[in-house]
Structures are given as structure tokens and as C-alpha cells.
């Protein structure tokens, strides 16, 4: 998930164990949560003028062209100053549009979204779902309201919570110990980040700081994500203790080949359907190191593979 935590690499060790909200956010919220919908289209045998006129009018510098629910191309603001330089503003759109569109699915991840943008330069892609629908259009003005949305909830509710944390973190001296597990079916991607997601929220109800509760996050869902695309099934667990949570992913195999290649960033054996999904930039285990206080992983192709990652609780900034 090169994304997420890329622009970290160039600086300094401690800082690049920081993983931000927004970070994690990219990791959980899906395209159809962002993109702008319904999509703003027009029709094949609309002008070229008439998609100008609607782009004032919408504010918006690309139009899909649709006949109902199905995406037949593509007219960008470069498409209309062209026509109008050449003098064919006139035309119909189907003489003159991007036929070949790279699209988005409405299930990618942002992280994935982000991933494309960076790739491919343009401004908007169209978005389809499950029977090719065209359901929307994402900007990466889409990706960042999106973000800031969540974020303002999310500060919303820290303030909420506030006062209550506080009252958490002395009782927090004495907490037991709680134990989230979860089965990880191979190629399960919906179910990805459950754990994380479960984890978190004791983390929260205990009142850990938000960076250590982001690293915890990270390593609970880069570990499930890769039992779901490169095992045959296993088991996560978070074993939370008042200083320190103990995160372990085991699975039945195959195993890793080489821990020490697979530990390298941009390694990665992913097929195509896992890179499809926005998986297989090979920085899941390298994210895990970077986030854990200690790591462990055991592999050969009889036992599968045993992950173990501890960090340590209320202590912010901690590096190896
Ligand atoms: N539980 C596992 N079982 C078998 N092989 C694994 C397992 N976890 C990781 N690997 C191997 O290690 C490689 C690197 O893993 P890593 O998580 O760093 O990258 P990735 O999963 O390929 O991509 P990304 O995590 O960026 O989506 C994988 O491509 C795979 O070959
Ligand atoms: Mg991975």
C-alpha cells in the first residue's frame, strides 16, 4: 500500500513511524464514499458547445458521455479549447471524444484512487460499479473533502470523548487484558480492516494516544490484508495489555519464501486481482516493521507463516 505512507520514506526514522489520521483514513474509506454523484454526463449526440456550456455552468472540466447508465467516453476542458481553436465546437460529441477511459471502481480504495491520479495525470476519473454502471465521477477535490469530512467527524468526536478518556486513562493503570480475534478468510477483501477497526476502538475506549493507536492500525491491517491475498487462511489477534498491544497474524501457508526479500520494500509476488484491488506495492511488511517496537516472523511452507508485532502503549514518539 505505497501510498499510504510513501512520502514518509525521506524522513527521519522517527518521524516516519508517525502515520497521520488521513493516512489511515485512505485505507478505509472506499471511492464510492468520495466521488461526486450522480455524475454530470451528456449524451453522444450532444454539441461540443452544449458540454461547454455545461461545464460553466457545473463548474466541473470533464464530462463523461453516457447513453444512461453506460460510460461511452470522455470530453476534458482540452477537448473543447481544441474545438474552439479549430472551429468544430458545433460537432457532436461522439465525433470527438476520448473513447479509451480509464476508470475507477466504486469498491478501490482510496489509497488505490490516489495511486491512479498519481499515474495517470488527469483531473476526474469516472467511476463504475459491479455491472460496469457508470455511478459517479471522482476528483481528487472529491478525495480531499472527502478526507476533511471525516476528519472534522473525527475531531468531533475526540472532543466528545474527551473527557471521558481522561477518566479511561486512570482506570487504564489497572485494565485487564482484552483479547480481538478474528478468522481471515483467503480473499476476503470486504472484511479487510475489521480487526483493525475493532482494535482501535479499545485502543480509543483506552485512552492511547491517537499515533500509537494509527501504528497498531497499520500493522493489524497490512498483516490481515496479506493472510486474505497471500495465505490459505489464518487468524489475527490483538492481545491488549495496559502497556503494550501484541498483534499476531498466523496462517496455514504456503509460507514466505524468503523473509528477508519479502521484508524489502516494493517486493511483492501479488497477482492480478489483488493489484486490481490496489494491493501488492509490497510495503505491507515493510509499514509493519516501520510501525512495530519489535517483530517477529516466523515462515516455512509446512507451518505457514506467524507474525508477531509489539508496540508499546502511552509512549509517543518511541524509536528503534
Ligand atoms: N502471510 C503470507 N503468506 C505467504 N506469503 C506472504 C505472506 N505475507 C507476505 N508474503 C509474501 O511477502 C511479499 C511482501 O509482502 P508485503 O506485505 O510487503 O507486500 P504485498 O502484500 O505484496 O503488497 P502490499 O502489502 O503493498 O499490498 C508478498 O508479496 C508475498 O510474497
Ligand atoms: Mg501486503
Known amino acids: 500500500m505505497r501510498h499510504a505512507v510513501a512520502t514518509l520514506s525521506d524522513v527521519n526514522t522517527s518521524d516516519a ?35 461547454q456550456n455545461l461545464m460553466k455552468a457545473r463548474r466541473i472540466s470533464g464530462v463523461p458521455i453516457s447513453d444512461g447508465d453506460n460510460l461511452l467516453g470522455l470530453v476534458s476542458i482540452e477537448d473543447i479549447i481544441r474545438a474552439l481553436d479549430k472551429g468544430y465546437i458545433d460537432d457532436c460529441v461522439q465525433q470527438h471524444m476520448t473513447r479509451k477511459v ?18 495517470h495525470e488527469f483531473g476526474r476519473f469516472p467511476v463504475l460499479d459491479g455491472n460496469d454502471h457508470l455511478v ?25 470523548h474527551e473527557a471521558a478518556l ?31 477497526q475493532r482494535m482501535r476502538q479499545v485502543l480509543r475506549e483506552r485512552g492511547v494516544a491517537p499515533e500509537i493507536r494509527r501504528r497498531a492500525a497499520v500493522v493489524a491491517y497490512e498483516a490481515e490484508t ?58 505491507g511488511l515493510p509499514n509493519i516493521k516501520r510501525c512495530s517496537d519489535s517483530l517477529e516472523i516466523k515462515s516455512d511452507s509446512k507451518h505457514g507463516t506467524r507474525l508477531r508485532s509489539e508496540i508499546h502503549l502511552h509512549k509517543a514518539g518511541v524509536s528503534t
Not at 140 to 147: A, E, P, Q
Request: charged share 25%; aromatic share 4%; proline share 4%.
Open 102 to 119: 480509464i476508470t475507477l471502481r466504486d469498491h478501490f480504495s482510496l489509497v488505490r484512487a490516489v495511486a491512479e491520479f498519481d499515474r
Open 226 to 283: 496479506n493472510i486474505i491475498i497471500h495465505s490459505l487462511g489464518g487468524e489475527i489477534t490483538a492481545t491488549i495489555d495496559p502497556d503494550k498491544v501484541c498483534i499476531e497474524a498466523v496462517d496455514v501457508g504456503p509460507g514466505i519464501e524468503n523473509v528477508e526479500q519479502a521484508m524489502q520494500e516494493g517486493w511483492s509476488t501479488a497477482g492480478r486481482l489483488p493489484r486490481e484491488l490496489g494491493f501488492g506495492a509490497g510495503m
Open 166 to 196: 481522561r477518566a479511561e486513562r486512570v482506570a487504564n493503570d489497572t485494565a485487564d487484558r482484552v483479547v480481538v480475534r478474528a478468522h481471515v478468510r483467503t480473499g476476503d477483501y470486504d472484511s479487510a480492516g475489521k480487526l483493525s
Open 17 to 51: 513511524r508517525r502515520i497521520s489520521v488521513a493516512q489511515v483514513l485512505v485505507y478505509e474509506l472506499r471511492v464510492r464514499d468520495a466521488m461526486s454523484k450522480p455524475p454530470i454526463t451528456a449524451a453522444p449526440t450532444d454539441t461540443l458547445r452544449a458540454v
Open 136 to 160: 459517479g465521477v471522482l476528483s481528487r477535490g472529491d478525495i480531499t473533502g472527502c478526507l476533511m469530512q471525516h476528519l472534522e467527524r473525527r475531531a468531533e468526536e475526540a472532543l466528545a
